[in-house]
């Protein structure tokens, strides 16, 4: 087994839906998340507040440095995500093609490390 | 005795199976492919002297798989990762491998996944599949060795680190995923149909490599009409190399070929093929491109060409590829036809300005209608927009023509 991160993106300042495809998005987002419980894909997900809520701390020469966020200076931004366990990549890309769908935005696949090992 | 380029040959024919039977067996492509890698450089060393043996397909299989249990031996004792090891090695010798016709199409698949990257599939079909040479897939695509050598790298590291899967798709999702093997084998012969830059204007050992994987995937899905269709369309288009180009190695035109030098049997294999899908009744792009090549194939004379059949063809093609570049073809089958003035409206229609081959067809059209001034700097845009010194030459005695009947 894989754990994969599956992310979706948002593009800043493109037009946000409309108040009732949000609510059939939520609902079928939130029918996704059981349907990979049920089949034991789900470790963990949820939607993430939009970028100018993060904070962002580095340490700079032993100095803690806390900033207003984002990191990233790019459009794109994460607006959610999942981490899922698949057999592969061909189950979690079948994961990923039901998320696409129910959150309306492009979905990364990004396979996480294997844990070292002892 | 062999020497060193017969025996890659005979690796380029049997390594394939060898790394695809091995990637199998041991759920490890990167290891199956240095196993036989090395079986290769053994063969070298061993053949010469002792000669070919028997069963070279065996002898590669066997080698590897030896080499490969060599390697998870050593690899165990530093690791102390000793499950792998001790399945394979616990009572005595290792089992015998056996082919099975389904590896090497598991491992298409797996070179041609979606996930990567159309350079990155490529680059491991035709290693992994067609048992080439990284240096020979580096210098088929104009790129240093070890450019290649990356890209084959990265591209294997994705594989095992988003595990993509080493299986045959379903039913439900084979269509979505023949597409980018198809697109890959056809993107190999092009290469080796036009080079996109250099001075020949192609590389037939390319071609016949292509040709060679359309083979071999036809042979694993006989009932893929597109795969038939792909391999008779790349046979048809192949037979013509011997009049494509002349003496001096100049581009000659479809209409101003030699007919006489076509390959016959290369055509008419294609011709039986493209009968053969079009008996199954489920067409798709490259039976149609291949029922185009079969009836150019059909005419003895360039004037006895069915430009009406050729027409239609490009109408079924649209609707499968609604591309500008379908659209010129179709415009060109067109002008053949006669209706020179609407076949000039319909390029008027299309958005290919940076596409050499649009001009040149431009050019005609003028030409034919007379307008010599306006063909001639049609011809000479066209020359701009291509770095392929043949299809230069071609282009400026074109444009040099249209100036003289200018005159």
Redesign the interface.
Known sequence: MTQYLMSVYYVEGEDQPADDVIQEMYADVGALNKKMQDEGAWVFGGGLHTPDMTTVVRADGGEIITTDGPFPEAKEQIGGFWVIEAKDMDEALDWASQATVACRGPVEVRPFQDEPEG | MPDASSIAEIFKEESGRAVATLARRFGDIDLAEEAVQEAFVEAVRRWPEAGVPPSPAGWIITTARNRAIDRIRREALRDERQTEATRLLDGGEPEEIHVVEDDQLRLIFTCC?P?LAVSAQVALTMRLIGGLQTEEIARAFLVSETTMAQRLVRAKKKIK?????Y?I?GDAELPNRIRPVLAVIYLVYNEGHVATSGDDLGRPDVSADAIRLARLLASLMPDEPEVVGLLALLLLTEARRPARTGASGELIRLADQDRRLWDRRMIDEGQELVRACLRRNRPGPYQIQGAIAAVHADAGRADDTDWEQIVALYDQLLVFVPTPIVSLNRAIAVSETGEVAAALEELDRLDLADYHLYHAARGDFLERLGRNQDAAEAFAHARSLTINETERDHLRRLEEEAIRKAR
């Open positions: 996944h996930s680190a988003a595990n993509i899967p299986r798709p």
